[in-house]
């Protein structure tokens, strides 16, 4: 199983500020994907990063709002830019390399937006 | 599409009783079917995965789940319930081949209360 280290485990930010998750994983993996979990919700994927290639957008996300950085096969970054109240979540990297059939997920940002 | 259905957004039960938790799928093509269980401030962590081999799947923290292809369910169950088993529980669906069908669909989540 691969070990998924994600950071800033939660932040407090002022509305019209972007913030950057980090996500680095153990060992090198095929498919990154960020996900959102609002509050008392489930997961929705906001888009899959795949290392060289731009990452691809679930309906109603969109690349302006959501940059991802994909540099490596070990590492990823979601921006949340121009926050607003709205934005206040968690979010969550997972991966899966090649040879697995299951996701691994890291701890989760908890972003609240003030 | 794919799609998961959990019936009970809530499940209560006493310490020591059965805990059944239901999940419903719908694939246009064969899939892989997951639980998840996420602790209060964390992540997910995988509790049993079934991808084709056999239908009754162990995982751990003694759950088990089994795929019924003829009522498209995975439903999840423990034996006896213990106070630490109080998590959301998520069923999630993935499809066998590539691109939409390899994105992991999550349900809605089932939250379970363990009952002293």
């Known amino acids: 199983s691969a070990v998924i280290s994600q950071k800033p485990s939660r932040d407090i930010c002022q509305r019209g500020t972007s913030l950057t998750i980090q996500c680095q994983v153990d060992?090198?993996?095929?498919?990154m994907f960020w996900y959102r979990q609002q509050p008392g919700q489930s997961l929705t994927l906001i888009a899959t990063?795949?290392?060289?290639?731009?990452?691809?957008?679930e309906s109603g996300f969109v690349i302006d709002k959501f940059p991802i950085s994909r540099p490596n096969l070990t590492f990823s970054t979601l921006t949340v830019s121009n926050m607003s109240p709205e934005d206040s979540s968690i979010y969550l990297c997972s991966s899966r390399g090649g040879g697995n059939t299951e996701a691994f997920f890291g701890q989760g940002t908890r972003l609240t937006v003030v | 599409a794919q799609s998961v259905t959990q019936l009970g957004s809530h499940v209560s039960v006493s310490e020591g009783a059965l805990v059944l938790l239901r999940c419903n799928y719908s694939s246009s093509v064969p899939p892989y079917l997951f639980w998840y269980v996420q602790y209060p401030n964390q992540g997910l962590q995988l509790l049993l995965k079934y991808t084709s081999a056999a239908t009754l799947v162990k995982g751990i923290n003694g759950f088990e789940a089994e795929f019924k292809k003829s009522e498209t369910s995975f439903h999840l169950t423990k034996p006896s319930a213990h106070m630490s088993d109080a998590a959301e529980y998520f069923c999630?669906?993935?499809?066998f081949g590539g691109g939409a069908t390899n994105k992991l669909i999550f349900g809605t989540g089932t939250l379970l209360a363990v009952q002293p």
């Open positions: 999630a669906v993935r499809g």
């Open positions: 060992s090198q993996v095929t498919m």
């Open positions: 990063a795949n290392q060289g290639s731009e990452a691809t957008y």
